[in-house]
């Protein structure tokens, strides 16, 4: 009977500590950044203003784990770095993208969730690092499909994709 008790308390002790230490030594947690990796449709506001975009992000991921965006809004393209990071604490893991313009320092971080074809939907807010406001920046991102045209769905200067004709 002492053995039973003494084996349920070793089980219940592994149980509980095995996922936390799993989780803080971030190997093994899902998604990782090649989930992330792809063309995203931008649908946004901009910083500071009132104004709406519709542009085009670009995750990628080199063989040495560097990260790098391209995030292009009109004829202007911004890129920069990109990782997964937590937020409030420990609690959320989210994508922050930072980049630096006319020096000052900008990121935007993205939630994320998965659309109903297991692709990455990301939700996010932009603003300038260290920097209070009352009008952020806001942005939503959806991936593009990969078989969407031959150039992977990339947009044109106006916002539009080569596959206009598949609304059928």
């Known amino acids: ?90 609690e959320v893991r989210v994508i922050r993208i930072r980049w630096q313009r006319e020096g000052r320092k900008y990121e935007c971080t993205y939630q994320w969730c998965y659309d109903f074809d297991s692709y990455a939907r990301l939700s996010g807010h932009c603003y300038e690092s260290g920097k209070a406001t009352d009008s952020p920046g806001m942005e939503v991102g959806f991936a593009i499909w990969p078989d969407w045209g031959n150039d992977g769905g990339n947009m044109d200067d106006d916002g539009n994709t080569d596959d206009t004709d598949r609304r059928e």
């Open 1 to 90: 009977m002492r053995i039973a008790s003494i084996l349920m308390l070793l089980f219940v002790l592994a149980a509980v500590t095995s996922p936390q230490l799993r989780a803080q030594d971030g190997e093994d947690e899902y998604p990782d950044a090649s989930f992330f990796v792809g063309s995203y449709t931008l649908i946004g506001k901009v910083l500071e203003g009132n104004g709406t975009f519709m542009g085009l992000l670009i995750l990628e991921a080199d063989s040495t784990g560097r990260r790098s965006f391209a995030r292009v809004i009109g004829a202007d393209t911004t890129r920069g770095s990109w990782n997964i990071e937590y937020a409030i604490g420990e």
